[in-house]
């Protein structure tokens, strides 16, 4: 006799969780409100990114065309795979000292697997991730970038 | 020529006479015979190409997506294009596949829900063939795409095609006993196999309403099993994309492919098109008995209208079925034919017929 019960009471137990399974989709189906699904080449002008989205590596720079890399190469040695050269310079400061500065920072986008570690380990938090996601081109050479802009300069006070 | 949107009869007989009146009758069958079989064509063709864009469409909304709507308004030619995409598509020649066995089995499998279309009333005279055994017969040709299935599975020498196919033999061999028992259950109430006599008995109300519990019953297992028996999810083991690649048709491509494709959305018309028939009424418009005015109204609706909403409100609870339940495992799903429905189904039966035998239904 008890099997007979649990019989039947499996049978409605599944059912209703059916039912509960049933009635989310056939919500959704009758809302079409609650699709989430972005229009993207229309929706362009409007589209914001997520903070944490990691388009590209970049460097900011503030008003006055400062940046804040000192050149020290870290993020070259951390980057798994060799997207990152830095070149530097010596120059002479005006105290008379030879002072080593970053000359170009060269990025490879076509080559970085967006792992982070470069923005990470960044000792002067120099590097951050920037929200630019189109990125096809027809030329792999546009892909190398120079991340330090022309004629720009290390932030004061950043060693 | 009279043309009636209520009545097909007097239509179809004048054409009839027509074509007797100018040729043998021998010749006039034969041109007959060709008229409806480009027509269920046409239809076959029309019905199907719709069928795979409102699937993609009630999944998507069941999913919080949008779905197809790049080509044309709405995605509504997005099909088209896919057919004509399968169209150019190369058709791969497999070394070692049993090379007849794997040109036929597609056009087995298509062969078997065109056989059944032609029995499936679709409005008052609106009815290629009309036989006195027309649920048996149905149930039949629509198992027998089965075979096709089979000899696919067999023919493409590749095991997950092999066993996809001895998973989809299980699977039908199980749930054809639902699916016929179910419809036994609706027949033992109207008391005819003729599909013409089922909807007319249905004229002062449906079939679920006149025998209450045991047609409940009976519909609710006829809708899991004929979603089971046309390899739909959360049915589909036959194919089960994560398991077996795509299980049966795994070596198919082009058009072959898009037979099986096609076979499945009509396979899922047909059932569809069968449970509203048998259990809704079919063409019949919804009457109340004793309602006078109120069915007037509803006579005022084509029965062809009435029996493709019936059919579409089927079909999209199947869908709604595939895209809300994960696909079952093969034992839970023998264990779910054999220790549920089917005692169920036998016991229902009984129900009926003692129903019937005490008239205690309306
Ligand atoms: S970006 Fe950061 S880690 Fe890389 S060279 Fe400049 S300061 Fe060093
Ligand atoms: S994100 Fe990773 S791969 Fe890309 S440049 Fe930085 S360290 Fe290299």
Not at chain 1, 50 to 78: A, Q, S, Y
Not at chain 2, 96 to 111: G, N, Y
């Amino acid at each position: 006799m008890k099997d007979f019960f649990n019989y039947f009471s499996e049978i409605f137990k599944g059912v209703a969780s059916l039912f509960r399974g049933m009635r989310v989709t056939g919500y959704y189906f009758f809302h079409p409100g609650q699709i989430v699904t972005q229009q993207y080449p229309e929706n362009r002008k409007t589209l914001v990114m997520l903070d944490r989205f990691k388009g590209e590596v970049i460097m900011p720079h503030n008003e006055n065309n400062e940046h804040k890399c000192t050149g020290c190469g870290i993020c070259e040695l951390n980057c798994p795979n060799g997207s990152i050269e830095i070149i530097s310079k010596q120059i002479l400061t005006d105290e008379g000292k030879k002072k080593r500065i970053i000359d170009q920072h060269i990025y490879h986008l076509d080559m970085c697997t967006f792992c982070s570690l470069c923005v990470k380990t960044c000792p002067s938090d120099a590097l951050a991730w920037g929200q630019e996601f189109e990125h096809a081109v027809y030329d792999r050479s546009k892909l190398t970038k120079v991340l330090n802009q022309a004629g720009s300069q290390l932030m004061k006070g950043v060693e | 020529m009279a043309f009636n949107i209520y009545d097909f009869t007097s239509f179809t007989q004048s054409i009839d006479q027509g074509l007797n009146s100018v040729m043998p009758a021998f010749w006039a069958m034969i041109t007959e015979m060709v008229i409806i079989g480009v027509a269920i064509l046409a239809f076959y063709a029309l019905v199907g190409l719709f069928l795979v864009y409102a699937e993609r469409k009630v999944c998507a909304f069941m999913q919080n997506r949008v779905g197809p709507n790049r080509v044309g308004p709405y995605g509504i030619i997005q099909t088209i294009a896919d057919l004509i995409k399968l169209l150019m598509k190369e058709l791969v020649e497999i070394k070692k596949a049993d090379k007849l066995l794997f040109t036929i089995a597609p056009f087995i499998v298509i062969i078997a829900s065109f056989m059944a279309i032609a029995a499936i009333p679709f409005a008052k005279g609106l009815h290629a063939i009309d036989f006195n055994i027309g649920v048996l017969y149905v149930v039949a040709v629509s198992s027998l795409g089965v075979v096709g299935i089979l000899i696919a599975g067999w023919s493409s020498n590749n095991k997950y095609s092999l066993i996809g196919a001895m998973r989809s033999g299980a699977q039908i061999v199980s749930y054809e006993l639902s699916v016929g028992l179910s419809l036994i259950t609706a027949c033992i109430l109207v008391g005819s196999l003729q599909l013409s006599t089922i909807v007319e008995s249905q004229a002062d109300g449906w079939l679920i309403f006149k025998g209450h519990i045991p047609a409940v019953i009976a519909f609710l297992i006829y809708l899991v099993a004929s979603t089971a028996e046309t390899n739909r999810g959360p049915f589909d083991l036959a194919e089960a994309e994560s398991e077996l690649t795509a299980g049966f048709h795994v070596e198919y491509s082009g058009i072959k492919f898009a037979f099986f494709f096609l076979a499945e959305y009509m396979n899922m018309f047909i059932v569809a098109s069968i449970g509203a028939t048998i259990f809704w009424g079919g063409w019949m418009p919804l009457h109340i008995g004793g309602w006078g005015s109120f069915n007037m109204v509803m006579d005022y609706i084509p029965p062809f209208v009435w029996y493709i909403g019936k059919t579409a409100v089927i079909i999209w609870i199947m869908m709604w079925f595939k895209w809300t339940f994960p696909r079952l495992r093969i034992d839970q799903l023998l264990t779910l034919e054999w220790k549920y429905l089917l005692p169920i189904n036998l016991f229902n039966i009984l129900l009926m017929a003692f129903i019937v035998l005490m008239g205690w239904h309306f």
